[in-house]
């Protein structure tokens, strides 16, 4: 949040975006003369703009709340600053992965339509797709677990899983008689 030079010491009384400061010393520093000695002045009554409604959002943000693109800027700061990525990367990739998981899943249901023809059962296929569904949520959260442990690379993880359950699907589309 920027503030023009000077301070407030509040008084009691605040709300979110804009303190309503009674019985306020106001202080102000002449910031092209810093040997200047500040101004001083008592307020009865002052509002005070603490910061815009989008600013204030972020307040409560964290990694996971950021956009892809504040997410790839914050990767690349901490990168900089010397500091370990290695878990937003995973959540990274983890978001940039999600969409695909719809394709798989579509390629997989093709077969699985299709095989209700030769299964002439509609439950049948019902219960392999949430077997299918079952495994994969079964597998995210075991690849999840197993790259918070640092056991295998957050970053690679979601594409592992997806390109199994993807190659499960293609290999199921290809089985299929023509």
């Given at each position: 949040m920027a503030m023009k030079c000077g301070a407030v010491i509040p008084s009691a009384a605040a709300s979110v975006n804009r303190w309503h400061l009674r019985d306020a010393t106001v202080r102000r520093f002449d910031p092209g003369n810093p040997a200047s000695p500040p101004t001083v002045e008592r307020r009865a009554e002052t509002i005070l703009d603490?910061?815009?409604?989008?600013d204030l959002a972020r307040l409560d943000a964290t990694a996971k709340t950021l956009s892809l693109s504040e997410l790839r800027a914050y990767i690349h700061a901490r990168s900089l600053e010397?500091?370990?990525?290695?878990l937003f990367r995973g959540m990274l990739s983890a978001r940039l992965a999600d969409p695909l998981t719809v394709i798989v899943f579509a390629l997989a249901?093709?077969?699985l339509g299709l095989s209700v023809e030769r299964h002439r059962s509609l439950a049948t296929a019902a219960v392999i797709g949430i077997a299918v569904l079952g495994l994969f949520f079964t597998a995210r959260t075991a690849a999840t677990m197993l790259s918070a442990a640092a056991l295998t690379p957050a970053s690679e993880t979601p594409w592992i899983v997806i390109?199994?359950?993807?190659?499960?699907?293609?290999?199921?589309?290809?089985?299929?008689?023509?």
């Open positions: 603490v910061a815009a409604e989008h010397g500091r370990d990525v290695e249901a093709i077969p390109a199994g359950f993807g190659g499960f699907a293609a290999l199921q589309l290809a089985r299929i008689p023509r």
